[in-house]
């Protein structure tokens, strides 16, 4: 069975920082892009970040960059997100997604459409 599990989140205060995993089961991750989605409620899901295939280039929405880091660990099977700095709008359910197809660009990443697999979210809450 293929499956993608996130974790690491959590309620904190504006500010702090939680590290988030995706780990897969039944395939490896190392062969596909992966991206970072989150949807909060009355939202639309947005991308948040992604990372590529071979060359782990990676991309990040405008509203996380300089705060979030993609990563892969591939001998663990696992991307991270790393968020810092977080703020009450990033407060939301946070999933990671793989997708096969060749083309992966600044243009194309965060299109949910093309991810073929997507994993059951982790809530990430920031009050004070």
């Known amino acids: 069975q293929l499956q993608l599990v996130e974790s690491g989140g959590g309620s904190v205060q504006p500010g702090d920082s939680l590290r988030l995993s995706c780990t897969a089961s039944?395939?490896?991750?190392?062969?596909?892009?992966i991206a970072w989605f989150r949807q909060a409620p009355g939202k639309r899901r947005e991308g948040v970040s992604g990372i590529s295939i071979p060359d782990d280039k990676t991309y990040y929405a405008d509203s996380v960059k300089g705060r979030f880091t993609i990563s892969r660990d591939n001998a663990k099977n696992t991307v991270y997100l790393q968020v810092n700095g977080l703020k009450p709008e990033d407060t939301a359910v946070y999933y990671c997604?793989?997708?096969?197809?060749?083309?992966?660009?600044?243009?194309?990443?965060?299109?949910?459409?093309?991810?073929?697999?997507w994993g059951q979210g982790t809530q990430v809450t920031v009050s004070l």
């Open positions: 039944g395939f490896r991750l190392n062969y596909f892009h």
């Open positions: 997604a793989a997708d096969f197809q060749p083309r992966f660009s600044d243009s194309v990443w965060s299109m949910d459409a093309r991810y073929d697999y």
